[in-house]
């Protein structure tokens, strides 16, 4: 657990613009093994209150840094770099797993894709929330806890508050059992909230109805969502600001409705082209990024996407700095014209 390594000097431009107190601050990111680099040079911010979406196709580095945040990478993977929480005196890359526990679950939480990992199939789930609570001495005695856990579960309309406190994981739907992931994670008003896929695994009907849980959450917390998807549409519904990130690297930056609608990287155009079902070249063919994403360790040298780009020269075979223009950046060395 949180392993560090030395990592090498950062190039320039890494970085994107400060908000004033972040509530997160990722700084020169890198995770890896001994032999392969996964995550390079991810640096980003999250203010408080922000909603920030982090896309990308399978096997880009998503989950992979959501669990550095948490300092949960395995045992075998290890963290550079520096990752700062306010109001939290240490840095998360390299501290203890004792900081690390007073960290979790209280100034950052997690809501993960699938439920029943998250939850003890052998506790009564008013107990987890309570536990929580208990944990970082956020209620005076455990029946306190467990009255305010029945209120999280209301907040998270979860019907029969009370019948549902009582119950054990298996006894809830799907739906329900996210829910009650969320009132853990929401249950100590975290600084910052981390969602990695947080609906994916649920029926489309309850989507909507999570999606609206999770904003309201944060919302009345003032919490900095993080928010891990494939699913650009919902990104769009639910970020103001868009992290793209491709082969373990953020490649392009900004808030979601200008990159959304004008994107400066091939990589981001090819996501979006992807996602729009009802897009056809002239052939009547769906777009889809030529290729596949490569195996940790078997991007290319120089940009990442080099090998799947359509605009790709011989000036690709260097890594392309971010560089920032306002409030977006990208990283490529030929990048989608500005319409005039
Ligand atoms: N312990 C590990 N050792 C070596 N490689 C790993 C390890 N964990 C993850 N990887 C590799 O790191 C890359 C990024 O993985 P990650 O799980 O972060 O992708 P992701 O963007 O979350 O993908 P998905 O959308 O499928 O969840 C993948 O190529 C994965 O195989
Ligand atoms: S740097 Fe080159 S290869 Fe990479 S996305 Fe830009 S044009 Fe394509
Ligand atoms: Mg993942």
């Keep these: 657990m949180n392993n560090q390594i030395a990592g090498p000097s950062t190039p320039p431009g890494a970085g994107i613009p400060d908000a004033a107190e972040p509530a997160l601050r990722v700084r020169d990111l890198r995770v890896g093994t001994d032999n392969l680099d996964l995550i390079t040079d991810v640096s980003f911010t999250l203010a408080p209150g922000e909603r920030v979406g982090l896309i990308g196709e399978s096997g880009s580095g998503k989950s992979l840094t959501a669990l550095a945040l948490l300092g949960l990478l395995p045992e075998e993977v290890k963290a550079s770099g520096s990752i700062r929480l306010s109001e939290v005196g240490f840095d998360v890359v390299g501290a203890s797993e004792r900081q690390m526990s007073k960290v979790r679950g209280d100034r950052m939480a997690m809501v993960f894709q699938e439920p029943m990992t998250a939850l003890n199939p052998v506790m009564q789930v008013g107990d987890q929330v309570a536990e929580i609570m208990l944990l970082h001495r956020r209620q005076p005695d455990r029946r306190a806890a467990r009255r305010a856990a ?105 808030p979601i409705d200008e990159v959304f609608t004008r994107p400066r ?18 052939r009547g063919r769906l777009h889809t990024i030529p290729g596949t994403v490569p195996a940790a360790g078997r991007f290319p040298d120089g940009c990442v996407f080099r090998n799947r780009c359509a605009h790709a020269t011989q000036q690709c075979v260097q890594v392309p700095p971010l560089e920032h223009k306002g409030a977006r950046a990208h990283a490529c060395w030929h990048p989608v014209e500005e319409p005039t």
């Design 150 to 254: 029945v209120e999280m579960l209301a907040k998270v309309r979860l019907p029969d508050p009370e019948g549902a406190a009582r119950a054990y994981p298996h006894q809830l739907s799907g739906g329900q059992r996210q829910r009650v992931v969320l009132a853990i994670a929401l249950a100590n008003d975290p600084a910052v909230l981390l969602c990695d896929e947080p609906t994916t695994a649920l029926d489309v009907t309850v989507q909507a109805h999570m999606l609206d849980l999770i904003l309201t959450g944060v919302a009345e917390r003032d919490s900095a969502l993080l928010f891990i998807t494939h699913d650009l549409a919902v990104v769009a519904t639910v970020c103001e600001r868009v992290l793209v990130m491709y082969g373990g690297r953020i490649v392009e930056s900004g």
């Design 265 to 282: 990287h091939p990589y981001t155009r090819g996501l979006l082209d992807a996602s729009d079902m009802d897009a056809v070249d002239g």
